[in-house]
């Protein structure tokens, strides 16, 4: 924010802080208490918490920024920070990840990895921040399905995601609970088959597969068939994606992935699948066949849309038709018609 001009009191600046919903983090939390205190916002439902903060001694010390590195309170956890998305899209599924978008910090509602493998089945994996309640996916925001508790260190290569989870076994500053366990939606209703069996679970919808491997053995929650358990805090999930026309039949996905090797000492987990050798270090690097991906991406890099991370200019391009984006000019520009 401080490079781009956009940290300060001013109104676009604050605004910018607050869509990020970044009240508390050490970067910000002098903005958020003077900005609150000048304009007496405390009694507002979701800032009121921040009245025991509003103190001179504490805003004119500079002692917040210290108070929050000291506490990391869960709501550090809400901001919305830079992500560096990646998705594999072929004629069968799509895969997407939030490529280690902060390992084991707090989470809130983001969705770090997504597979759809139709449009009725969607496969992906969190850490519950609670257990479910009687008010189901609604129960709290992060709660049992919306958002994670804690983030993995996820990363993705093509058609394979890997997860490695390792909450602390202690609870955060004003965090409700630890989940002993993480979890996948795993709709096997939607399925047209599905196979559970120790550490692994298949699905299969149409010509369309999807597999996970876990480092314990996976469940689905008692009275469901959905929510595929697998127990534990140091643990990993392993998701390949499949079809008929890449794999051949749903038997002959689920004996490859079998198959394949899985390592993971603690801390780096290690897959190798169709002649790819994919490592992971837990709050370290990623590598395929040995040579560490770069993570940090341009804006845009796909078949439409080429761009650097801040770019003046953006053009996207399919066929004939395109879309023209000048920022500074204030210009957009559709070519192609109807």
């Known amino acids: 924010l401080r490079g781009e001009g956009l940290y300060g009191l001013r109104d676009p600046q604050i605004m910018m802080q607050l869509a990020m919903e970044a009240f508390s983090n050490p970067e910000v939390i002098d903005n958020t208490i003077e900005y609150v205190h000048r304009h007496d916002m405390s009694r507002n439902e979701f800032l009121h918490d921040l009245a025991d903060f509003n103190l001179a001694i504490l805003r004119y010390t500079g002692a917040l920024p210290v108070i929050s590195r000291y506490l990391n309170p869960v709501t550090n956890g809400v901001a919305i920070q830079r992500a560096n998305t990646y998705t ?26 997504n597979a759809v493998l139709s449009r009725d089945v969607s496969v992906f994996t969190t850490h519950p921040a609670r257990p479910l309640s009687d008010e189901g996916a609604l129960s709290g925001s992060p709660g049992y399905w919306v958002g994670s508790g804690r983030f993995p260190h ?14 602390p076994a202690g609870k955060g500053f004003l965090e ?46 008692q009275g469901t068939t959905d929510d595929l358990v697998q127990p534990g805090l140091d643990s990993y999930w392993v998701f390949e994606a499949g079809s008929r026309a890449r794999d051949g039949s749903f038997e002959a996905f689920a004996g490859r992935i079998r198959a394949n090797p ?77």
């Open 154 to 167: 996820v990363a993705q290569h093509e058609n394979v995601v890997l997860n490695i989870w390792q909450p």
């Open 176 to 221: 409700k609970a630890i989940v002993d366990y993480t979890h996948a939606h795993f709709p096997g209703e939607r399925f047209d088959e599905v196979i559970v069996d120790g550490r692994f679970a298949f699905g299969r919808t149409g010509d369309t597969y999807g597999a996970l491997i876990g480092r314990y053995p996976l469940a689905y929650a």
């Open 88 to 113: 594999y899209r072929g004629p069968d599924f799509m895969v997407a990840t939030a490529q280690a978008y902060h390992p084991g910090s707090f989470g809130d509602q983001q969705h770090l990895w």
């Open 262 to 338: 899985v390592a993971f000492d603690g801390s780096v987990l290690s897959y190798t699948s169709a002649g790819r050798r994919l490592e992971l270090e837990y709050r370290g690097e990623f590598s395929v066949d040995g040579s560490v991906q770069d993570l940090a991406y341009p804006r845009f890099d796909s078949p439409y849309a080429r761009a650097p991370r801040k770019p003046e200019f953006i053009r996207i391009q399919h066929g004939e038709h395109g879309l023209e984006l000048d920022f500074y000019g204030q210009r957009r520009t559709i070519t192609g018609g109807g």
